[in-house]
């Protein structure tokens, strides 16, 4: 059974947090891991992060936002607890967004200092990136911090590994934690400040929620300039005694399963489109640890859970459901109750609110409250002010019902729905249509503006033999409504996704313009 739910957890400061943790599992407990494969313990982890952290504070002010420019790792959580043993704030920016929207991050968190590693940068290829970016702010390399490490500094990771409490910068609850970026699916990225009783509570929600072995290993190849790969990747497991295997990208099909197994994973972290990829190529046994996947950040599909259920000796996939703003976990399956099609339940110490949706007749607008929810939105403007959510609702934008179970059934983003010949139809439930005719492929709905209907419906889709008449033939025999079947498909080799593995809505209604204007 999960442990019972303490909404006092969210009390205890980030570092504070980690130390608790080492207390009740042990210092010589192996807690982190990449593909390096030269593990941390959680004394190794707090000196390192006091001996890094001490480093940069040299470099840096007080209460500083300092832009975090690395890959899923052992340096990336290293990092961001030696910015906290000396009170910096970590600004975890996209590296994948391009840079405009990199720029535009740095700007609105007021970001002076970058840290980096030249092994990553040369590795991904970002050179012009980081060209860019030092007009705008210094670079600090990893690379030289830990080459500069020498006795003094050993001695006093020991010391501080001893004593923490007297060498890390005292925190409250209510300082920020961590700033992250929306992924931008649907617009530009927003600023998202989080505190860290917003994080602490997060990982004590779902701890509350889902039942975690400490002896489980949780294997993470999300990144962390995404709320999933921070709150999910390095938090939870860290602070529930779970070992963190942390894995550069997502993108890797071939080396992740094999690597699974090799680390002997009990839980995968991933989207859909990264799960099911990953299913396809495994050899037999590479699953064979698991005990379940979580997938979030985009709808599972059925073929996925179907995949698993046949080749996988029914490894059940729990899909979960969050936003950046709610740090992130809102709600998720779980492994005993496990309701495809849903999101599963609210984490406790959650309150919910439906308005109405003018024209949707089912669900409404989901507003959710909690001790994970934000502090505010950063202004754009660089001010560094925080527009804190109207009296602690925050507005997640999607459209939601509660099933007879108590579970979450999203039924699409509010901006998701076109109105066609003066009805409302969802574009979430239009993909679902075409994912039940061609379940292997991926595909994408947007609209576009039409002079007789108000609006018009154009599939996006990599499957090649996709065709109006099929997806007809299918709303037909299910009673789905004419409305709901796209006139137009467009065929493309791959449909544009983000470096989070979610669909590239803002790329393919560009793409949609073009073909209108065309």
Known sequence: MPRAYDARAGETPIFDALLKARARYGGNKEVLEDQ???????????????????????????????????????????????????????????????LRNLRTACKAAGVKRIVTARRFIENARLEDV?????????????????????????????????????FRVEAS?????????????????????????????????????IDLDPNWVLFNPLPTFHSFGVTGGILLPLLTGMKSFMYPSPLHTKQIPPLIREAKASILLATDTFVNQYARVAEPGDFDSLEFVVCGAEKVRAETVELFAREY???????GYGATEAAPVIAVNQPHDN???????????????????????VGGRLFVRGPNVMAGYLREDGSGEIEPPADGWHDTGDVVEFDENGCVKILGRVKRFAKIGGEMVSLTAVENIAEAVWPESRHAVVSIPDA???????????????DVAAMAAWAR??????????????????????????????????????????
């Open 36 to 98: 390096d494969r030269k593990p941390l313990t959680y004394t190794g982890l707090v000196r390192a992060a006091f001996v890094l952290g001490r480093k940069i504070a040299r470099l840096t002010d007080p209460k500083e936002r300092i832009g975090v420019l690395l890959p899923s790792s052992m340096g990336v959580v290293v990092t961001f607890y030696g910015l906290h043993a000396f009170g910096r704030v970590p600004v975890m920016l996209n590296f994948t967004s391009g």
């Open 130 to 166: 980081v060209d860019t970016l030092e007009s705008l702010a210094e670079i600090i390399w990893l690379d030289d911090l830990r080459a500069s490490v020498g006795t003094e500094d050993k001695l006093f990771g020991l010391a501080a590994g001893l004593f923490p409490k007297r």
């Open 173 to 209: 609850p209510d300082d920020v934690g961590v700033v992250l970026f929306t992924s931008g699916s649907f617009g530009a990225p927003k600023g998202v400040v989080l505190t860290q009783r917003n994080l602490v509570a997060n990982v004590e929600q779902v701890a509350a929620h």
């Open 313 to 319: 000796k029914g490894v059940p996939v729990l899909e």
């Open 339 to 361: 309701h495809p099609g849903t999101v599963g339940k609210m984490l406790p110490g959650m309150e919910t609110r439906l308005d109405k949706v003018e024209g949707i007749n």
């Open 452 to 466: 007789k209907k108000g609006e018009r419906l154009i599939l996006f889709t990599d499957r090649r033999d996709a």
């Open 477 to 518: 025999s299910h009673g789905a409504p004419e409305l709901a079947v796209p006139k137009k498909i467009v065929k493309l080799p791959e449909v544009p996704v983000l470096g989070t593995g979610k669909t590239d809505y803002v790329a393919i209604q560009k793409m949609a313009a073009t073909q209108a204007a065309a």
